[in-house]
């Protein structure tokens, strides 16, 4: 019966790819057309195959981590590039639609992101070891996509750029008073404070990111300029002259855009300017990926543009800058590959095969989103002021 369902599902899915398909007795069949890419996927189980015909998006991840489903001679990458190409151009099955649809509507709900549970889910990836993040992330531990102004670049050297970037957006001057919401390992707060003697609060949900950014400050003896809390932004009652927030808006969720924004506004000074970072579609609303929200980021969502414009709009904020990065982020994330797979036998001595085949799909499916799926990195500088900031941004580039 399911492999009936199968068939269906994917014959009306392969319309420029050709996909050959292994199954648990061992037999292969064809589909799509016999031109344009070539793809394998071999089923080694009938639950493997029933959950495939259930849930698809799902059921890849999860029993690829348990081993049940294997690409023969085919990459991930290419196997998710084929996939999502003609799910694109082809037709889903009737039950995967209505599914999608359903989450796509649940998403105020399933988004709420209330403190409690901002930090239940933070805790969930972020707190896992420091340990597995050194492996491969950048020495500053950078977390967020690197911006790579030339292609030769490291990985150092990008991230070291991303930082410069925003911080000359910024416009920092000595002895300003910046607010970081969501500051990760405390790269951004003490790298700003250490350049530009600026006085920075980092605020996280993150136990163990809080812990390792406090050490950080005292081993670099900035803990005069940098203070780190565990604490959510919206409990934050200071006002701040420069706001900066990189990869934080993912996890705040549709219900929270307009208190996100009118936040910021509110802890502005007069002539404050902000800088937010964060993954963005420049495509409508889509819901966000069931594997990704069971296994990496709970209560995480990709904005489109659409969804975050209205909520900035009543923020009384200037937009005065919008910058699109496009597949930066994809090079960042097969850095991090690069380096996850270089460390293989340590991680191997730590976790299992199921925790490393996680981490090998996160990637391959993210890279995949900013080189497929119209996804991208925005840069929104907002401002109190219309005066805050040139009317160009020749100031950016005046150091080259």
């Given amino acids: ?63 690829y981590m348990e081993g049940t489903l294997t690409f023969p001679n085919t990459t991930l990458d290419h196997f998710l590039a084929v996939i999502l190409r003609n799910r694109r151009l082809g037709r889903m099955p009737s039950w995967v639609n209505a599914s999608n649809t359903a989450r796509f509507h649940l998403r105020r709900w399933i988004q709420k992101n209330a403190p409690s549970r901002a930090r239940a889910n933070v805790a969930h990836h972020y707190d896992l070891s420091d340990d597995l993040y050194r492996l491969f992330l950048d020495e500053d531990m950078q977390y967020s996509c690197a911006y790579f102004a030339r292609p030769d670049m490291t990985l150092e050297e990008a991230q070291a750029a991303k930082k410069a ?30 350049d530009h003697k600026v006085r920075v609060t980092g605020i996280t ?102 969804e975050l414009a209205g909520p900035m709009e009543r923020a009384d904020l200037w937009q005065t800058d919008i910058e699109i990065w496009r597949l ?22 730590t976790y299992d095969n199921r925790f490393i085949a996680m981490f090998r799909w996160y990637f391959a499916i993210c890279i995949a989103a900013f080189e497929q799926q119209m996804q991208g990195v925005y840069q929104f500088q907002l401002s109190k002021s219309h005066k805050s900031v040139p009317l160009t941004r020749d100031y950016l580039y005046a150091h080259g």
């Fill in 1 to 63: 019966m399911w492999r009936k369902v199968f068939a269906q599902f994917l014959n009306r899915m392969m319309v420029c790819d050709r996909l050959h398909v292994t199954y648990p007795d061992g037999t292969t069949e064809h589909y799509g057309p016999d031109s344009g890419e070539q793809a394998a996927i071999a089923i080694h189980s009938e639950a493997a195959l029933r959950a495939l015909c259930i849930n698809p998006e799902l059921a890849l991840g999860e029993r």
């Fill in 165 to 194: 970037h925003i911080a000359a957006k910024l416009r920092l001057e000595p002895g300003q008073r910046v607010l970081d919401i969501g500051c990760g390992w405390g790269g951004m707060a003490l790298t700003l404070a250490r």
């Fill in 205 to 306: 949900l993150s136990q163990n990111q809080l812990a390792t950014a406090q050490a950080r400050a005292r081993d670099e003896g900035l803990e005069d300029l940098v203070t780190f809390r565990l604490q959510d932004y919206r409990a934050v009652t200071d006002r701040f002259d420069r706001i900066v927030s990189v990869g934080m808006l993912e996890h705040v969720g549709v219900p929270n855009y307009d208190t996100y924004f009118a936040t910021v506004s509110r802890l502005l000074e007069p002539d404050g300017t902000a800088l937010i970072h964060t993954i963005g579609r420049s495509a409508p609303p889509a819901p966000h990926s069931v594997w990704l929200n069971k296994y990496i980021f709970p209560g995480g969502y990709v904005p489109s543009l659409s």
């Fill in 328 to 349: 930066h982020y994809a090079k960042t994330l097969r850095h991090w590959r690069e380096r996850f797979e270089a460390h293989s036998d340590q991680l191997r001595r």
